[in-house]
Every structure is written in structure tokens, then in C-alpha cells.
């Protein structure tokens, strides 16, 4: 005890340079050993926590941001901060954020340019105004998603943003502007952009251009260009200085993105192409942090006469945290099909079990820079990160096509290419890419000497695979370790003849389920909670409008009311308008609608068979027919909820809701419409559409 004594105070004294005596050196001692042995019980709890867990999160990668304070402690007084926001669903929106981020640094020397995820800008909303109130110059780049609203990552700053108290302008200081992100062919065509653009205005914000409408049904990068293009003079009065007001801006050309890729040996113990979990501590899933979850059950749900197919699906939820509740979403990221993958693979001249990992630094640890996503997680083969990464089959987006020009050893492609990939050639590009649907690896096929090496594949030509998103067809009081879907599967000819296959759907059909093989399919899951909900009273009548898959919603309605209706509860009327083709074909769930029937869950079934008759019939027609029972009850304080195809069917139940009220009422159109209008901001008009 004395020897070790004497070390361990002669090791202190030497290192702090003071005399101890034996108390003190004990104290030292002993307080050593327990931080010692308390950080070894800890690091085995853990160890052995997370062993236990039956399922653990798959971790997405995502961007971590810095602090603003850090940021802005050293700012330069000559510098000039500049924040670009993204709200994104699939993408997009982030990658023109970051586009246009890149460009400002390159242009101005005295901008300093800092990206900043909606979601991540602010720990809670006390925050926002406090931090908006900062800002002195700053874009937008946002999507609108569904039935007109924002993505999920914008979704608390918009409700923030649009539903605050009313106050005096307050944010005089501020110079703006605006990208949104839409499909001309939705209803709410941009929406979120322009409410984001009146509210900035009218809290005194400037706008310095008009606001930019993107349209993702003809070639939203071109509009993208075109609104970028009009900031350059605003943006030179504001950031260009003294020395240089009067010369030319360098032209400015975007850097083809690209990752540092190391090639591994097939024997690396970084090897993981299982695809293994990785535990979140928390368990909180969400897109970034999705859960792999195995396939329980799948049958097909259209008869065999059916020329097309359905599918019911339940994902096993045993053994998570997760938690759903009736009408939530989930995300299902899904893989790319084997021949999917290894035309791909063909085109690209690689072997599929060629083991590497993608890297956003150099060997030297310092960053790439550009518009990288982040890198997928683990080193794998080919096969699998063409499987699980890469989006092939949607139409490639101009900057991909001048990509595969940098990488084409014929001069005649390359050139093709860029025609393609510019403003010049946006006729062509609308015509032969849009119009014709055609997908990445079709366009690859038809320019063969394009070999870009993996790291520009990865992060320049093939987008990131997004989840697809379904509504969940069962309720928790019914399946609360299950949740179920109900796929349409994609299958059928492009305008190029080419026979197109959803990625998820197609996935979804060819799933191995648990029930008949303990090697099962999985996917990584996570729950998306909606607002497409029951009302809290069980006796409030509802109407419910769900052709096809549009049923999804509505059945874990319909297990919801025939719970609560067990449990006691009264139940208020409630109809349901189906549709499908024929009663013979792709009448799904037929047997169980029949039974809520019976139960008195449901107290009218009413179904259009749109290729039964010598006209076809559709549910907005049924919807008419039974127009005055339909704004009795609506009118009597009942609910109205419509799920399904947002460009054709939805739109159509819309129209027809607004004829009902204006025949019921007597009133004229604006009257109806302003009726209308008022049952969505009440809350009793909810539409869950795609």
C-alpha cells in the first residue's frame, strides 16, 4: 500500500508540480478507483442494454448543422450573413438550397453562407423570433407536399409561422426571398411558398424578387435557373464591395459533385451488408432514424379474372417502441429489384459484389465541400447500395445529365447531353425526357460511353431512393403490434414501351412474409403522424369518400368504430363511398365491409362499379345521387373525409361537394365556396390525397 502510495504521489506531484501528503494521495487514490470502476459499470450497461433490444433504429445519415452562436461570434464585421432554409420532402428543395449556397460563396467574397434545415433551426418555437430577428438576408427554398401542405421538416416553423399571434411588423431588417417547390397539376399549387412569401411581407420583410413557382410536372430546375438568375443585381448591391461595384462577376459554374471512394477487401470486418441495425438510444423513430421491421403477413386482394394486382401487407411491430394511431402514415424505405440492380451495374461497368464506401472528405479529413448528401453508413457491396441507395427508375434531373456528359468518351454523347442539360435544349429535354417518362438507367442506355465512376454515380446522376409513403390500413385498438398496408401495384407500359415497375410496390408484391418462411423480407419503417383523424366524439356522423387503395385510411376507421362500439360507446351515422372497377375484379375487403355492415359500424355502404354498366360510374356520382342525405348530416356538424388520387378523384369529390351546397343551400358560388372553405378551417373537411 505504501509503494503505491509513494507512485501514485509522486506521479501527481510531478505532473501538478505540489508537495502531498499521505491523506491527500489516498484521497486521490481512491477517487481514481472509483471514477474507474464506475465508468466500467457503465460502459456494460450499455453494452448489454443495447444487446437486449429486440429492435433498434437504422440509422439515415444527416447533416449535422453548427451552432448560430458559434458562427456568429466570429463573423467578420465586414462579412455578411446569409442563411438559406429548405423545407424538403424527397430532396429537392435541399439540393437547390444547397445549389444556391454555393453559388453565393463563389460570387461574393463578403457573403458568409450558412444551409439551415427548417427543422433544425430552432430547439422549440420560443426560439424563432428570437432568431429570426437576426437574420438580415435570407432564402427559402420550399416544397408543398400532399393536400397542400408542408414538408415534415417544415411543418412546426410554418405553423409557427402562419398561426402566431398577430403583432406590428417586426421584421423590417430582413431582405428575402423565395423558391417554391409544387406540381402545377395539385390543387394548392405552392401554397406553403406563397403563404411563407405574404406573412414575411407583411411583418415587413422586403422581398427582394418575386416570389419563384417551381413545377415539378415540367422541369422544375429550369424554373429554378430562371428565378436564380433575377437575384444576381439585388444580390450585387447588397454584397458586392466598394473595390469591386464596378467589375464583372466572374461567370460561375457548379462543380460536378463527387464522393471519395475506397475500395475494401471482401474480408473487412467494417463489412456489413446485412444491412444491421444501429441502436439510437432513445428509440425515437422517424426518417432519419427508421426501424427494421419484418413482414408479417402479404396477400394478394384482387381475384384472379383481375388483370391487375393489390396487395395487404402487415409490417410485425414486436419487440419496438413503435406506436401508431388510426390514420397515421407510414414510410417504407424499400429496395430497388434484382433487375433492377444488375442492369444498373451492366451500365455502369462494375461488379456487383465489389465491396467499398463512399466518403464527403478527403484522406486528409478535410471536408469536399459542394452539395453532397451525406454518405450511406456502411462500406457494402455494389449490389447493395444500387439495391437500397439509388433511385434508377425516375427521370433524371438536368444536373445528373450533365454529369453523364463529363463522363462520356464520345464526343457525340457528350455533346447530346448537354444539350439536353441546358436552357437551350429545354424543349428537347421536356419532349424526350419528361414527356417520355424515361428513367435514369433508360437515359444511361442510350448513352453507353457514360461511365462515371462511383463516387459522381452516387452523388451526381442517382438521386438518394426516398421512402414511399402509404396510408395505414388498421387501428391500434384492433393490431397494435401490426401495421397494415394496402398497395396498388405499379406495373404497366411507359410511353417508351418500356414495362415500368413501382420500386415499393413491386417490392411489396415479391416480399417473403414471416407467416411462411422464417427467412422473411424487412424494411426499415417509421411512422409519420397525420391529422387525418376520427372525431373525439364517437356520435359525431362522418361521410367517408375512398375508392381503390383510397380505402387504406378508412378501414382502420372502420376497426376503430367497431371498437369503441364493443367497449359501449353510441356511434353516430357514418357512410361509406367505395369504388373500384367490378365487384368480380378488385371489390377489396369485400367480406369485412359487409360485416361492419351487419355490426352497424358503417350504416351505409355505397359503392360505384365504374366498368359494370354501360356508363361509368364514380363515387362523386353516388355522392350526387344522395346529395341531400350527404349535406344533412355534413351540415348537422358531421365530418367529411375524402383519401385518394389528388389530380382526378379528389378533385372531382371536391367540385361535387361544392355543387351540393350550392343545390342545398340555394346560395351562388362564392357563397358554396366560402361554405366549403369554412368546413376545412373547421377541421370538418379532411382530405388525405396523393
Not at 501538478?16 to 464506475?38: P, Y
Request: charged share 25%; with cysteine.
Amino acid at each position: 500500500m505504501e509503494s503505491s502510495l509513494e507512485l501514485v504521489r509522486s506521479s501527481v506531484e510531478q505532473v501538478l508540480g505540489v508537495k502531498l501528503g499521505d491523506e491527500t494521495a489516498v484521497l486521490v487514490l481512491t477517487t481514481s478507483a472509483a471514477l474507474i470502476l464506475g465508468l466500467l459499470i457503465f460502459i456494460w450497461k450499455r453494452s448489454s442494454g443495447d444487446l437486449s433490444k429486440a429492435a433498434k433504429p437504422v440509422v439515415v445519415p444527416k447533416l449535422v448543422t453548427l451552432k448560430d452562436d458559434e458562427e456568429e461570434e466570429d463573423l467578420d464585421p465586414d462579412k455578411v450573413k446569409v442563411a438559406v432554409f429548405f423545407g424538403t420532402q424527397t430532396g429537392t428543395a435541399e439540393g437547390f438550397a444547397k445549389a444556391l449556397a454555393e453559388e453565393i460563396k463563389a460570387r461574393y467574397e463578403k457573403a458568409v453562407v450558412k444551409v439551415i434545415d427548417l427543422d433544425d433551426y430552432a430547439a422549440d418555437d420560443d426560439q424563432y423570433e428570437e432568431k429570426l430577428k437576426k437574420e438580415t438576408l435570407a432564402f427559402f427554398m420550399v416544397a408543398t407536399y400532399g393536400d397542400g401542405e408542408p414538408t415534415d421538416n417544415a411543418a412546426r416553423f410554418y405553423k409557427w409561422f402562419t398561426e402566431g399571434k398577430e403583432r406590428e411588423p417586426w421584421l423590417q431588417q430582413l431582405a428575402y426571398g423565395i423558391f417554391a417547390l409544387g406540381n402545377r397539376q395539385y390543387e394548392h399549387f405552392n401554397k406553403i411558398g406563397k403563404v411563407i412569401d405574404d406573412q414575411l411581407s407583411e411583418q415587413g420583410a422586403k422581398r427582394l424578387v418575386p416570389v419563384g413557382l417551381g413545377d415539378d410536372d415540367q422541369c422544375i430546375e429550369d424554373d429554378f435557373t430562371a428565378w436564380r438568375e433575377q437575384l444576381w443585381p439585388e444580390l450585387d448591391l447588397i454584397l458586392r464591395g466598394e473595390d469591386d461595384a464596378d467589375s464583372v462577376s466572374t461567370p460561375y459554374t457548379a462543380a460536378i459533385s463527387e464522393y471519395r471512394v475506397v475500395i475494401h477487401d471482401r474480408t473487412s470486418t467494417l463489412y456489413d451488408n446485412n444491412h444491421k441495425s444501429i441502436a439510437n438510444g432513445d428509440a425515437a423513430y422517424d426518417v432519419h432514424h427508421p426501424c427494421r421491421v419484418n413482414v408479417a403477413v402479404k396477400r394478394e386482394l384482387h381475384t384472379p379474372e383481375s388483370d391487375r394486382s393489390c396487395i395487404h401487407l402487415e409490417f410485425d411491430l414486436s419487440g419496438t417502441s413503435i406506436v401508431y394511431g388510426t390514420g397515421d402514415h407510414v414510410g417504407v424505405f424499400a429496395e430497388n429489384c434484382d433487375e433492377t440492380v444488375e442492369e444498373a451495374a451492366k451500365l455502369l461497368g462494375q461488379p456487383l459484389d465489389l465491396l467499398f464506401s463512399i466518403h464527403s472528405d478527403k484522406a486528409d479529413g478535410t471536408l469536399l465541400g459542394g452539395s453532397l448528401p451525406p454518405p450511406f453508413p456502411y462500406p457494402c457491396t455494389l449490389r447493395t447500395a444500387l439495391a437500397r441507395y439509388a433511385d434508377l427508375l425516375s427521370p433524371p434531373r438536368k444536373a445528373a445529365l450533365l454529369a453523364l456528359a463529363a463522363h462520356a468518351s464520345e464526343p457525340v454523347e457528350a455533346e447530346k447531353l448537354k444539350l439536353l442539360s441546358s436552357p437551350q435544349g429545354k424543349d428537347e429535354y421536356s419532349q424526350w425526357v419528361v414527356g417520355s417518362q424515361r428513367s435514369l438507367l433508360e437515359v444511361m442506355a442510350e448513352f453507353p460511353s457514360s461511365k462515371p465512376p462511383l463516387g459522381v454515380f452516387f452523388a451526381a446522376v442517382a438521386p438518394r431512393l426516398q421512402a414511399r409513403y402509404y396510408s395505414i390500413s388498421s387501428s391500434p385498438r384492433l393490431a397494435p403490434s401490426r401495421v397494415h398496408v394496402t398497395c396498388a401495384v405499379v406495373n404497366g407500359p411507359s410511353p417508351t414501351g418500356r414495362i415500368h415497375k413501382g420500386v415499393c410496390s413491386t417490392w411489396m408484391k415479391n416480399a417473403t412474409p414471416l407467416e411462411t418462411h422464417t427467412d422473411c423480407s424487412w424494411a426499415p419503417i417509421f411512422i409519420r403522424p397525420s391529422n387525418f383523424k376520427l372525431p373525439d366524439d364517437a356520435s359525431t356522423p362522418i361521410i367517408m369518400v375512398g375508392p381503390g387503395t383510397g380505402l387504406a385510411p378508412f378501414r382502420g376507421f372502420l376497426q376503430e368504430r367497431s371498437a369503441l362500439k364493443r367497449e359501449g360507446a353510441e356511434l353516430g351515422p357514418a357512410i361509406l363511398f367505395f369504388g373500384c372497377r367490378n365487384r368480380r375484379m378488385d371489390f377489396i375487403y369485400e367480406n369485412e365491409l359487409n360485416d361492419f355492415v351487419e355490426q352497424g359500424v358503417i350504416s351505409e355502404l355505397i359503392v360505384a362499379f365504374s366498368r359494370e354498366g354501360s356508363q361509368k360510374d364514380y363515387v362523386q356520382h353516388k355522392m350526387m345521387e344522395k346529395a341531400a342525405q350527404v349535406w344533412s348530416l355534413i351540415s348537422g356538424g358531421g365530418y367529411l373525409y375524402v383519401c385518394g388520387d389528388a389530380k382526378g378523384m379528389a378533385r372531382d369529390v371536391h367540385r361535387s361537394l361544392h355543387t351540393i351546397v350550392q343545390t342545398q343551400e340555394n346560395v351562388d358560388s362564392s357563397k358554396a365556396e366560402a361554405t366549403v372553405k369554412k368546413l376545412q378551417m373547421d377541421g370538418r373537411y379532411l382530405r388525405d390525397v396523393w
